[in-house]
C-alpha cells in the first residue's frame, strides 16, 4: 500500500505540474525532442551483451533485460555499482563488509544472483564489492535462470558490470570534482584519443582514473578507493582488431562498519537506540582490504558481414583482507554491549580462463538465423587464512575505549593458510534465433559445463575435513522463448529457462561438508512479458510475469538434525514494472515497481539440537516490493532539476521470521546548471528526511544505511 501511494503521488504531481506547464497533455510527437527520449532510462532498442551473445537488443529479447548506461550513471549521481544497480527493477542491493556485494532479486541473494565483470563470472560473492562508477561503461541486468550464458549459478538472475574501453572516438576527456557530507571527495577523469592523428588512425588509447576518500557516517569508519582502467584498441587489418584492458581496483577501510546491535528486549520489529545511531563497536584497528587486477586481451574478427569471431583471454588476481571484530549484541537493560566473533582471514584469489564466441548469420529453410556458439575455459585459484576467535570486553555504548584486535585472545598468531582450492571449469555453448515469421522468433540456447573441485586442506584432518578431497559435476541447462511482434513497436513473449545450482553456493570457499556428498541443486522458471511504446513514442515500458522454483538444495533432515540432506525448495512469483514518459518537452517521468511473493516450499534448519520446519517463510533479506521513481524537468536551456523515491518493503533477518527490520522510502533531490557547453554543476540531496533505516538485516544486527547528506560535482567533457 505504501509503494502505491508514493507511486501515485509522484505521478500525480508530474501531472499537474506538466499541465501547468502546459495546458494539455496532448502534445504532437514532433514537439518531444529526440534526445530527450532516447537518452532517458529505459532503452528498449539498445544492443544488450547480457540477454544473449546474439547482439540483439533489449526489444528483441523474450526476457526481462535492462540497461543502465553510461548517461543514466551520471544523470542520477551514482557513486558506484550498488547505487547503479538499486536503480534497476526489483534489485535491493547493499555491501557490508562480510556479504561483499550483497544482492536480493526475485527472492534470490547472494550466491544465487550471478554477478559478473565484463561477462566473466569470477563464482565468488565477495569478489563483487562495489566498484566506483567511473570505470563503468554500463550495468546490464536479465532476470531468472541464466546458467545457460554464465555457468552454475544465476537461478534468480544475472548481472554485468561493463567497464569502458577505448573507442574510435579521435579525442574525449572528461572529468569530475565532487564533495560531500563527512568529508567525501571525488577526485576523476578520462582520456580517449587516436594515436598517429587523422582519419588514417589505427590506434586508440583510453585512460580512466577515479579517487575517492571520506570518513564515514559511522564513527571512526574511514575509507579511500583508487580505480584505474586503461585500454588499447588496435585496428590490424579492416576486419580484424585487438584490444588490450587493464583494470587496478584498490579499497581500504578502516575500522569496518558491520552493524548496529538491535535493543532488548528483542521484539517482532527491530529496533536501534536512534541517539546511538553512528556508533561503531569494531576494534580501533579493524580493517578491510581489496587490491584487484585485471587484464584482458580481445581479438575481434569478422571473416565476413554474416560471421565474427571474438575471443577473450582474461586474467583475474586480488587479494582481501580482513581484521575485525563482527558481532555485537546489548545486555538484558541495554547497559552494555557485548562484543564477540573476531575474525582474521585472507582471500588469495586468482583466475586464468579464455572464452571463445563465434557468430555467423544466415537463411534456414527459407527463414532468417542467427547463431552464437563456443567455449569457456577456465581455472580459478583460491587460497584461505581463516582464524578466528573469541570477544573482548563488554563495553559501555555511551563511553567506551575500542580496544585493539591483538588484545583479543588467539588474534596474536597471526594469519594461518587452511585450505587451497582450485576449480576448472569447461563448458561448450549454443544459442540461435530463428524467424518463424515475419512477426515470431523463436529464440533458443544450450549449455554444458564440466566443474572439477579440488580442495587441499592445510588444517587438522577429520572425516568431515580430509587432507584432500575431489569432486565434479556436468550441468546441462537451457532456454527456450518466443516472441511475438503485436507492431514494430510492441511485442508479447513467453520463455522457459532452467538454472543448475552450486550446492556450497561457492565452490572457492566450499568445504568437504558442503559439497562433498551432494550434487547440484536445479532451478526452473516461466515468464511472460511484454516490452512496447505508447503515445506516439513519448513513452515506453516493460511488464513481466515469472515464476521460478529451486529445488534440492540443502537442508536439515527432518528427522535427525545431525544430518544434511538435498531436499530444499523455494518457490518465487512475482511481477515486474518499468517504464518512462516525457509529460512535456521539459518534464520526464521514469519509474520500476517489483513485487515478489517467495517462501520456503521445504526448509528445515537445527535449533536447539532439534530439526525445525520453515515451510511457507520468507527467505532472509528478501523484500516484497522495491520500487523507484523519478522527476526530472528543465526550468531553461541551462538549469534541470529533479527529484526521485526509493521505497523497499520490510525483510526478515531470520529464518523463522520472528524479526523484522521495517521497510522504508528514501526521497532524494538534485539541481544542475551547465555553465557552459563542457562543464557542468550539480547539487544533490540524498535520503532528505534522514530516514533512520536497515540495508541488511542479518541476526540481532541491523546495518544502517546512510543518513541526509548533500553533495557537489563538477563535471567537464570536450
Same mark, same amino acid.
Given at each position: 500500500?505504501?509503494?502505491?501511494?508514493?507511486?501515485?503521488?509522484?505521478?500525480?504531481?508530474?501531472?499537474?505540474?506538466?499541465?501547468?506547464?502546459?495546458?494539455?497533455?496532448?502534445?504532437?510527437?514532433?514537439?518531444?525532442?529526440?534526445?530527450?527520449?532516447?537518452?532517458?532510462?529505459?532503452?528498449?532498442?539498445?544492443?544488450?551483451?547480457?540477454?544473449?551473445?546474439?547482439?540483439?537488443?533489449?526489444?528483441?529479447?523474450?526476457?526481462?533485460?535492462?540497461?543502465?548506461?553510461?548517461?543514466?550513471?551520471?544523470?542520477?549521481?551514482?557513486?558506484?555499482?550498488?547505487?547503479?544497480?538499486?536503480?534497476?527493477?526489483?534489485?535491493?542491493?547493499?555491501?557490508?563488509?562480510?556479504?561483499?556485494?550483497?544482492?536480493?532479486?526475485?527472492?534470490?541473494?547472494?550466491?544465487?544472483?550471478?554477478?559478473?565483470?565484463?561477462?566473466?563470472?569470477?563464482?565468488?560473492?565477495?569478489?563483487?564489492?562495489?566498484?566506483?562508477?567511473?570505470?563503468?561503461?554500463?550495468?546490464?541486468?536479465?532476470?531468472?535462470?541464466?546458467?545457460?550464458?554464465?555457468?552454475?549459478?544465476?537461478?534468480?538472475?544475472?548481472?554485468?558490470?561493463?567497464?569502458?574501453?577505448?573507442?574510435?572516438?579521435?579525442?574525449?576527456?572528461?572529468?569530475?570534482?565532487?564533495?560531500?557530507?563527512?568529508?567525501?571527495?571525488?577526485?576523476?577523469?578520462?582520456?580517449?584519443?587516436?594515436?598517429?592523428?587523422?582519419?588514417?588512425?589505427?590506434?586508440?588509447?583510453?585512460?580512466?582514473?577515479?579517487?575517492?576518500?571520506?570518513?564515514?557516517?559511522?564513527?571512526?569508519?574511514?575509507?579511500?578507493?583508487?580505480?584505474?582502467?586503461?585500454?588499447?584498441?588496435?585496428?590490424?587489418?579492416?576486419?580484424?582488431?585487438?584490444?588490450?584492458?587493464?583494470?587496478?581496483?584498490?579499497?581500504?577501510?578502516?575500522?569496518?562498519?558491520?552493524?548496529?546491535?538491535?535493543?532488548?528486549?528483542?521484539?517482532?520489529?527491530?529496533?536501534?537506540?536512534?541517539?546511538?545511531?553512528?556508533?561503531?563497536?569494531?576494534?580501533?584497528?579493524?580493517?578491510?582490504?581489496?587490491?584487484?587486477?585485471?587484464?584482458?586481451?580481445?581479438?575481434?574478427?569478422?571473416?565476413?558481414?554474416?560471421?565474427?569471431?571474438?575471443?577473450? =583471454?582474461?586474467?583475474?588476481?586480488?587479494?582481501?583482507?580482513?581484521?575485525?571484530?563482527?558481532?555485537?549484541?546489548?545486555?538484558?537493560?541495554?547497559?552494555?554491549?557485548?562484543?564477540?566473533?573476531?575474525?582474521?582471514?585472507?582471500?588469495?584469489?586468482?583466475?586464468?580462463?579464455?572464452?571463445?564466441?563465434?557468430?555467423?548469420?544466415?537463411?534456414?529453410?527459407?527463414?532468417?538465423?542467427?547463431?552464437?556458439?563456443?567455449?569457456?575455459?577456465?581455472?580459478?585459484?583460491?587460497?584461505?587464512?581463516?582464524?578466528?576467535?573469541?570477544?573482548?570486553?563488554?563495553?559501555?555504548?555511551?563511553?567506551?575505549?575500542?580496544?585493539?584486535?591483538?588484545?583479543?585472545?588467539?588474534?596474536?598468531?597471526?594469519?594461518?593458510?587452511?585450505?587451497?582450492?582450485?576449480?576448472?571449469?569447461?563448458?561448450?555453448?549454443?544459442?540461435?534465433?530463428?524467424?518463424?515469421?515475419?512477426?515470431?522468433? =523463436? =529464440?533458443?540456447?544450450?549449455?554444458?559445463?564440466?566443474?572439477?573441485?579440488?580442495?587441499?586442506?592445510?588444517?587438522?584432518?577429520?572425516?568431515?575435513?580430509?587432507?584432500?578431497?575431489?569432486?565434479?559435476?556436468?550441468?546441462?541447462?537451457?532456454?527456450?522463448?518466443?516472441?511475438?511482434?503485436?507492431?514494430?513497436?510492441?511485442?508479447?513473449?513467453?520463455?522457459?529457462?532452467?538454472?543448475?545450482?552450486?550446492?556450497?553456493?561457492?565452490?572457492?570457499?566450499?568445504?568437504?561438508?558442503?559439497?562433498?556428498?551432494?550434487?547440484?541443486?536445479?532451478?526452473?522458471?516461466?515468464?511472460?512479458?511484454?516490452?512496447?511504446?505508447?503515445?506516439?513514442?513519448?513513452?515506453?515500458?516493460?511488464?513481466?510475469?515469472?515464476?521460478?522454483?529451486?529445488?534440492?538444495?540443502?537442508?536439515?533432515?527432518?528427522?535427525?538434525?545431525?544430518?544434511?540432506?538435498?531436499?530444499?525448495?523455494?518457490?518465487?512469483?512475482?511481477?515486474?514494472?518499468?517504464?518512462?514518459?516525457?509529460?512535456?518537452?521539459?518534464?520526464?517521468?521514469?519509474?520500476?515497481?517489483?513485487?515478489?511473493?517467495?517462501?520456503?516450499?521445504?526448509?528445515?534448519?537445527?535449533?536447539?539440537?532439534?530439526?525445525?520446519?520453515?515451510?511457507?517463510?520468507?527467505?532472509?533479506?528478501?523484500?516484497?516490493?522495491?520500487?523507484?521513481?523519478?522527476?526530472?524537468?528543465?526550468?531553461?536551456?541551462?538549469?534541470?532539476?529533479?527529484?526521485?523515491?526509493?521505497?523497499?518493503?520490510?525483510?526478515?533477518?531470520?529464518?523463522?521470521?520472528?524479526?523484522?527490520?521495517?521497510?522504508?522510502?528514501?526521497?532524494?533531490?538534485?539541481?544542475?546548471?551547465? =555553465?557552459?557547453?563542457?562543464?557542468?554543476?550539480?547539487?544533490?540531496?540524498?535520503?532528505?528526511?534522514?530516514?533512520?533505516?536497515?540495508?541488511?538485516?542479518?541476526?540481532?544486527?541491523?546495518?544502517?544505511?546512510?543518513?541526509?547528506?548533500?553533495?557537489?560535482?563538477?563535471?567537464?567533457?570536450?
Amino acid at each position: 500500500m505504501t509503494t502505491r501511494l508514493v507511486c501515485t503521488a509522484l505521478l500525480v504531481g508530474a501531472c499537474r505540474f506538466a499541465c501547468a506547464e502546459d495546458s494539455s497533455l496532448e502534445l504532437p510527437a514532433d514537439t518531444v525532442t529526440a534526445d530527450a527520449l532516447s537518452e532517458a532510462g529505459l532503452k528498449l532498442d539498445q544492443p544488450v551483451e547480457t540477454g544473449s551473445r546474439l547482439g540483439l537488443s533489449v526489444r528483441e529479447t523474450p526476457a526481462s533485460v535492462s540497461v543502465s548506461d553510461r548517461f543514466v550513471i551520471e544523470q542520477r549521481g551514482a557513486k558506484d555499482t550498488q547505487d547503479v544497480i538499486n536503480g534497476m527493477t526489483g534489485i535491493n542491493a547493499s555491501a557490508n563488509p562480510g556479504y561483499g556485494g550483497f544482492v536480493s532479486y526475485r527472492g534470490f541473494t547472494q550466491n544465487q544472483i550471478t554477478q559478473l565483470f565484463n561477462g566473466i563470472n569470477l563464482g565468488y560473492s565477495s569478489a563483487t564489492r562495489p566498484v566506483d562508477a567511473w570505470v563503468i561503461d554500463r550495468v546490464e541486468l536479465i532476470g531468472g535462470p541464466s546458467t545457460f550464458l554464465y555457468g552454475a549459478g544465476a537461478v534468480g538472475g544475472s548481472i554485468n558490470y561493463i567497464s569502458k574501453l577505448a573507442s574510435r572516438e579521435e579525442e574525449v576527456f572528461d572529468g569530475r570534482l565532487s564533495y560531500g557530507s563527512y568529508d567525501e571527495t571525488e577526485i576523476a577523469f578520462g582520456i580517449n584519443r587516436a594515436l598517429g592523428g587523422g582519419l588514417d588512425a589505427r590506434n586508440f588509447v583510453r585512460l580512466d582514473y577515479s579517487h575517492g576518500q571520506g570518513n564515514g557516517y559511522i564513527d571512526r569508519n574511514e575509507r579511500s578507493t583508487d580505480s584505474l582502467a586503461i585500454s588499447l584498441l588496435s585496428d590490424l587489418t579492416p576486419s580484424l582488431s585487438h584490444t588490450l584492458a587493464f583494470e587496478y581496483l584498490e579499497d581500504r577501510e578502516d575500522s569496518p562498519y558491520w552493524g548496529s546491535p538491535i535493543l532488548q528486549p528483542v521484539g517482532e520489529r527491530m529496533k536501534i537506540d536512534e541517539g546511538r545511531r553512528f556508533e561503531n563497536y569494531n576494534v580501533a584497528d579493524g580493517r578491510y582490504e581489496q587490491r584487484v587486477k585485471w587484464l584482458r586481451s580481445i581479438l575481434d574478427y569478422r571473416l565476413s558481414d554474416a560471421t565474427r569471431l571474438q575471443n577473450t =583471454l582474461y586474467h583475474y588476481d586480488a587479494q582481501r583482507d580482513y581484521r575485525n571484530l563482527e558481532q555485537y549484541a546489548y545486555n538484558a537493560d541495554n547497559s552494555q554491549v557485548l562484543r564477540s566473533g573476531a575474525y582474521l582471514q585472507r582471500h588469495e584469489q586468482s583466475v586464468l580462463g579464455n572464452r571463445l564466441v563465434l557468430n555467423h548469420q544466415h537463411s534456414l529453410f527459407g527463414m532468417d538465423s542467427q547463431w552464437a556458439g563456443g567455449f569457456d575455459i577456465s581455472r580459478m585459484h583460491q587460497t584461505l587464512y581463516p582464524r578466528s576467535g573469541g570477544s573482548l570486553y563488554p563495553v559501555d555504548p555511551e563511553h567506551f575505549d575500542p580496544g585493539s584486535f591483538l588484545e583479543i585472545p588467539g588474534m596474536a598468531a597471526g594469519l594461518q593458510k587452511q585450505r587451497r582450492h582450485v576449480i576448472d571449469t569447461q563448458a561448450l555453448f549454443l544459442e540461435n534465433r530463428l524467424q518463424l515469421s515475419e512477426r515470431l522468433s =523463436l =529464440l533458443s540456447g544450450l549449455r554444458y559445463d564440466h566443474l572439477n573441485m579440488e580442495v587441499t586442506n592445510y588444517g587438522p584432518v577429520s572425516a568431515t575435513s580430509p587432507a584432500f578431497f575431489e569432486r565434479s559435476w556436468e550441468p546441462l541447462s537451457g532456454r527456450l522463448g518466443l516472441l511475438y511482434e503485436l507492431t514494430p513497436s510492441a511485442n508479447l513473449y513467453a520463455q522457459y529457462s532452467t538454472s543448475a545450482d552450486l550446492p556450497a553456493g561457492s565452490l572457492a570457499s566450499a568445504t568437504y561438508s558442503n559439497v562433498g556428498l551432494f550434487d547440484l541443486s536445479k532451478g526452473e522458471q516461466w515468464e511472460v512479458g511484454s516490452k512496447f511504446d505508447f503515445l506516439d513514442g513519448r513513452g515506453s515500458a516493460t511488464v513481466a510475469v515469472y515464476q521460478i522454483v529451486r529445488r534440492d538444495f540443502a537442508v536439515r533432515d527432518s528427522n535427525d538434525p545431525n544430518l544434511t540432506v538435498q531436499a530444499g525448495q523455494q518457490t518465487s512469483r512475482g511481477i515486474e514494472l518499468a517504464g518512462k514518459l516525457q509529460l512535456t518537452p521539459r518534464l520526464l517521468a521514469e519509474a520500476n515497481y517489483a513485487y515478489v511473493d517467495a517462501e520456503y516450499d521445504e526448509f528445515n534448519e537445527a535449533v536447539g539440537g532439534v530439526s525445525v520446519s520453515r515451510k511457507g517463510n520468507t527467505p532472509v533479506n528478501v523484500p516484497d516490493s522495491v520500487a523507484n521513481a523519478w522527476l526530472t524537468y528543465e526550468l531553461a536551456q541551462a538549469w534541470k532539476i529533479g527529484v526521485d523515491v526509493r521505497y523497499v518493503d520490510s525483510v526478515y533477518a531470520d529464518n523463522a521470521n520472528t524479526l523484522e527490520a521495517p521497510s522504508y522510502t528514501l526521497y532524494g533531490a538534485f539541481v544542475r546548471y551547465q =555553465l557552459d557547453p563542457h562543464t557542468s554543476l550539480t547539487a544533490r540531496a540524498r535520503n532528505l528526511t534522514d530516514e533512520v533505516y536497515a540495508r541488511q538485516a542479518y541476526g540481532t544486527q541491523y546495518y544502517m544505511g546512510a543518513p541526509r547528506t548533500f553533495d557537489v560535482a563538477l563535471d567537464y567533457r570536450f
